[in-house]
C-alpha cells in the first residue's frame, strides 16, 4: 500500500520448479497476471482469494471444527485486558468453562476486574497472571503449576503507527514481540497435546493492509501463516481476523486508523454482535478466517490496488 511501485509480489515454489522447470517461475514472473501472492506447487497455481464463510463451509473438502467447551479444563487468555479479550472471556464462560487463567503485563483497570468478579460470581475460578508474554521465561515461571490447559486465546498486541520509511527495527519490533515471541512462548509452555484450541487474535490489516501499520499488518500475518502451520500438523490452531470493534479494540482506539477504515466502507462491530459472532466461530471454524462489516462495493471503489481488487473480486 505505502511502496506498490517497488513491490510485485511474492511467488512460492516448490521442488518441481527447483529441479529444472524455470518456465514456471520465468512465465509467473512476466505474466500480464501477475498476483500479489502465488504459489506454484505439483505444476498447479494457487492464488490468493477471499469467499464468504459459508461459501467455503459448504464446501466438503474444506476442514471445518466445532469447538466445545469443557468445565474440567483450564482456559488462558492473553491480553486479557482488551474488549475482544474480555468478550472471548464472556462466550466461554457462558459456554460453561469453570477455570480461566488471564495473563497480562500490568494489574487490570477497576472496569475489567469488575468483570472479573462478575465471572467469580457465577462459580468460575479466576487466576490473574501478571507476565510480559513476550518473555519466555516470565510465560513459563507463571504458567508451569498448570497442567490442564485445553484452550488458548493469544489477544496480546501493541501499536506504534507510522509510515514504513519512518519507522526504525526497535519500533517494528516493539509491534512484533507480542504476536510472534509472545504467541510462541505459550506455544512452547504449555502441552499441545491436551489443547481443543490454539485462538490467536488476528487483525483485518493482516488481509487488506493499511497505510501506517506495516509493522501491525506483518505481526498479525505471521500469526495467519502459523495457523495454517499447526493445522498441518494436526494442532488446533485458528488465526481470526477481526475488524474494528465499537469499544476497546486497539484499532478502534487510533482515530486516524478509524477514519481511513470508515471512508473505505469498513464499520466497527458493538459488543453484543461480536459476542455472536464468537459463538458462530466457535461451531464453525477453520484455520484463518476474516470478520468484518464491510461495503465491499465501496472498499474496492476507494482502494488503488489492483492486488486488493483481485483479492476481494469474489465479495463485490
Not at 506454484?40 to 466445532?66: T, V
Not at 486465546?153 to 510472534?180: C, Q, S, T
Not at 462489516?293 to 469474489?314: A, P, Q
Amino acid at each position: 500500500h505505502e511502496y506498490s511501485e517497488i513491490f510485485d509480489g511474492i511467488i512460492d515454489i516448490d521442488e518441481f520448479c527447483l529441479n529444472g522447470e524455470f518456465t514456471l517461475l520465468m512465465n509467473e514472473m512476466i505474466s500480464n497476471e501477475v498476483e500479489e501472492v502465488c504459489l506454484r506447487q505439483d505444476k498447479n497455481r494457487y492464488i490468493n482469494r477471499l469467499i464468504q464463510h459459508k461459501e467455503y463451509m459448504s464446501n466438503p473438502q474444506h476442514p471445518l471444527d466445532s469447538i466445545t467447551i469443557s468445565s474440567e479444563g483450564e482456559y488462558l487468555i492473553t491480553g486479557a485486558t482488551g474488549a475482544v479479550g474480555m468478550s472471548y472471556a464472556q462466550y466461554i464462560v457462558n459456554s460453561g468453562a469453570r477455570k480461566i487463567l488471564f495473563m497480562c503485563r500490568n494489574y487490570p483497570n477497576d472496569s475489567v476486574m469488575a468483570q472479573m468478579n462478575s465471572f467469580k460470581e457465577k462459580g468460575v475460578k479466576i487466576e490473574l497472571l501478571l507476565a510480559d508474554v513476550c518473555n519466555a521465561s516470565e510465560v513459563e515461571k507463571v504458567l508451569a503449576n498448570y497442567k490442564n490447559i485445553v484452550g488458548v486465546i493469544h489477544g496480546a498486541g501493541v501499536l506504534k503507527d507510522k509510515m514504513l520509511r519512518d519507522l526504525d527495527w526497535d519500533e517494528f519490533e516493539y509491534v512484533m514481540n507480542p504476536k510472534v515471541k509472545g504467541t510462541l512462548n505459550v506455544l512452547r509452555a504449555i502441552n499441545l497435546k491436551n489443547i481443543d484450541f490454539f485462538i490467536m487474535l488476528s487483525s483485518i490489516t493482516s488481509v487488506l493492509g493499511n497505510i501506517g501499520q506495516a509493522n501491525y499488518a506483518s505481526a498479525n500475518y505471521f500469526m495467519n501463516s502459523l495457523a495454517h502451520y499447526m493445522e498441518q500438523k494436526g494442532v488446533h490452531g485458528y488465526a481470526v481476523c477481526w475488524g474494528p470493534w465499537q469499544s476497546g479494540g486497539m484499532v478502534n482506539e487510533n482515530n486516524s486508523v478509524m477514519k481511513n477504515l470508515s471512508a473505505s466502507g469498513i464499520k466497527s462491530f458493538d459488543k453484543d454482535t461480536a459476542l455472536k459472532l464468537i459463538g458462530e466461530l466457535f461451531d464453525n471454524i477453520n484455520s484463518n478466517i476474516t470478520v468484518l462489516d464491510i461495503d465491499w462495493k465501496k472498499y474496492e471503489e476507494n482502494t488503488n490496488s489492483k492486488n486488493t481488487k483481485k483479492l476481494i473480486s469474489k465479495l463485490v
